[in-house]
């Protein structure tokens, strides 16, 4: 399987949310890579113009677009994600 780096962005919306009832996001996203028979190995924020990074392993790069596509549009909270790299191992 590939690695991914993924970043991503919140709405204002989405940080006054978080800071009026914060919760671990990185726990929230681990069922839906799961699901698409990955793995969460990171979830990170960040400073500057991504809000946050997330390093998951997944089968392919149609596995990470849905899982780009089913957080965007089932929580309508984040900006879409970006592909930052993906790396195959040796």
Request: hydrophobic share 40%.
């Amino acid at each position: 399987m590939a690695m991914y780096l993924v970043k991503f962005g919140y709405t204002a919306e989405t940080w006054r949310r978080l800071l009026a009832n914060p919760e671990d996001r990185g726990e929230a996203i681990r069922p839906i890579i799961e699901a698409a028979g990955g793995k969460l190995h990171g979830f990170w924020y960040a400073f500057g113009d991504d809000d946050g990074y997330g390093l998951f392993e997944l089968p392919n790069d149609v596995a990470v677009a849905g899982i780009c596509v089913k957080t965007v549009s089932s929580v309508h909270e984040t900006a879409p994600c970006g592909l930052a790299r993906s790396m195959s191992r040796a």
